[in-house]
Nanobody, 127 residues
Framework: QVQLIESGGQLVRTGDSLRLSCVVS????????MGWFRQAPGKDREFVGS????????RYVDSVNGRFTVSRNNFENTVFLQMTSLKPEDTAVYYC????????????????????WGQGTQVTVSS
């Protein structure tokens, strides 16, 4: 069973930058499309950004487009979420997710499409 372990979440100020990491273990990252989701208190989990298996395509929710970047290093089995110009409304628990994609190179933005999830890392942006 593949395991995903997120790290990098912390308390930051408005306008700061932060990079989250997601290490994939017990599996080969290159077999998975990857996504980042977040859940704020009292709200549903929402899609943030995703990247296809080969790292050639990405997709973002409008609210973070231009500020966040998803990238991956298949050799290090790690996916990243680079966040810039952070706002208080970005405060949430951030989760990475993996979708089995050995036979396709699609980009996925629905939580139901993903097969494996990490435990989440807290990002808090103070005003």
């Amino acid at each position: 069973q593949v395991q995903l372990i997120e790290s990098g979440g912390q308390l930051v100020r408005t306008g700061d930058s932060l990079r989250l990491s997601c290490v994939v273990s017990r599996g080969t990252l290159s077999a998975y499309a990857m996504g980042w989701f977040r859940q704020a208190p009292g709200k549903d989990r929402e899609f943030v950004g995703s990247i296809n298996r080969e790292g050639t395509g990405t997709r973002y929710v409008d609210s973070v487009n231009g500020r966040f970047t998803v990238s991956r290093n298949n050799f290090e089995n790690t996916v990243f979420l680079q966040m810039t110009s952070l706002k208080p409304e970005d405060t949430a628990v951030y989760y990475c997710a993996a979708k089995n994609a050995r036979w396709d190179n699609g980009i996925y933005d629905q939580s139901a499409q993903y097969d494996h999830w990490g435990q989440g890392t807290q990002v808090t942006v103070s005003s």
